[in-house]
């Protein structure tokens, strides 16, 4: 992981910089309407007039919008470069094969060098893009939204926290198997890819077939590991929720806390699984990208000049 991240910032640094910058900046509004709500929602009970509460909906309004606004750029400029790494690894897979000569063994790897140039490359550019920006968007999401919550009403940020942390152990748990299928999975549609390229179709047919229903059989463990660890993490996000319900409950009828906080929390709890679905999809996809950056080096051979720098605009 260290080699693969160190070639991101090798070749995007620069580009990143300014995508560092949006994202500290979008991570930091994030709880910043939830105050809002819990004002608004007080203010209800509290006799006041209607102008106070407009003012406070406006300025909420205006909060979510810079925050969309900032989030779209954010979204384009991630886009921009790993585009910018998909016209690489392209190339750089085109020209270390044209290089090969026609003589040399890798003319017999057209097969893997077809799947590189048409999903392989895709993969891996898209998860650069967001590389940087998407990790430290969701967890900057998560820290502001627990910390506000935690500030606010001190038990229900402890019941946010803890929601986090046995998801975060099932995932690790569970990803390097993932991991393991999808290296098959690579292997096995590269072989037959080649042997499709190299002889005629009804030569090499039964071992194309062969190698599909190999295909067939990999997805379907992929597809069972993955569903069957969501439904876990789905009966913490539940569980999570009644125990916010009933302890912000408890505490408004002991007279230690408001509505307003108790609102503020639930819908921060949904603001904390949105980034935290994100942060796990991201492991997985950096995970099964990390499999593939060893494979696509394995082919194009170190590489020798940067990647150039996505264009402006």
């Not at 904390?272 to 696509?296: D, H, N, T, Y």
């Amino acid at each position: 992981m260290t080699d693969l991240y160190r070639a991101i910032w090798r070749h995007t640094g620069r580009q990143q910089l300014l995508v560092i910058l949006l994202t500290l900046i979008v991570a930091a509004l994030a709880a910043v309407p939830l105050d809002y709500q819990k004002r608004i929602i007080n203010g209800m009970g509290e006799g006041r007039d209607f102008e106070p509460l407009l003012v406070l909906g406006l300025e909420m309004v205006l909060v979510i919008l810079v925050s969309l606004v900032l989030k779209a750029l954010l979204r384009y400029r991630s886009e921009i470069i790993g585009e910018s790494i998909i016209r690489h690894v392209r190339t750089l897979g085109v020209k270390r094969a044209s290089a090969a000569g026609e003589g040399d063994q890798r003319q017999d790897d057209r097969g893997t060098l077809a799947n590189i140039v048409s999903s392989e490359s895709e993969a891996v550019g898209r998860f650069v893009g967001g590389s940087i920006a998407e990790p430290l968007l969701q967890a900057g999401t998560l820290v502001s939204v627990i910390g506000y919550i935690a500030v606010m009403q001190p038990m229900l940020g402890l019941v946010a926290a803890i929601m986090v942390l046995p998801q975060a152990v099932l995932v690790i748990l569970t990803q390097s198997k993932v991991n393991e299928l999808v290296r098959e999975r690579v292997v096995v549609l590269r072989g037959a890819l080649d042997t499709l390229s190299a002889g005629g179709l009804d030569a090499v047919q039964s071992a194309v077939l062969e190698d599909f229903d190999r295909l067939y059989d990999n997805r379907r463990r992929i597809f069972l590991w993955k569903t069957s660890v969501k439904m876990v993490l789905g009966m913490i996000n539940g569980a999570a929720l009644v125990a916010v319900l009933v302890f912000g409950g408890w505490l408004v009828i002991q007279g230690r806390g408001d509505v307003g906080s108790v609102v503020a929390a639930t819908v921060g709890l949904g603001r904390i699984q949105g980034p935290w679905k994100e942060l796990i999809a991201f492991f997985r996809s950096m995970s099964v990208v990390r499999v593939q950056f060893e494979l696509l080096r394995s082919f194009t051979g170190p590489e020798s000049r940067p990647i150039a720098p996505a264009p402006q605009g």
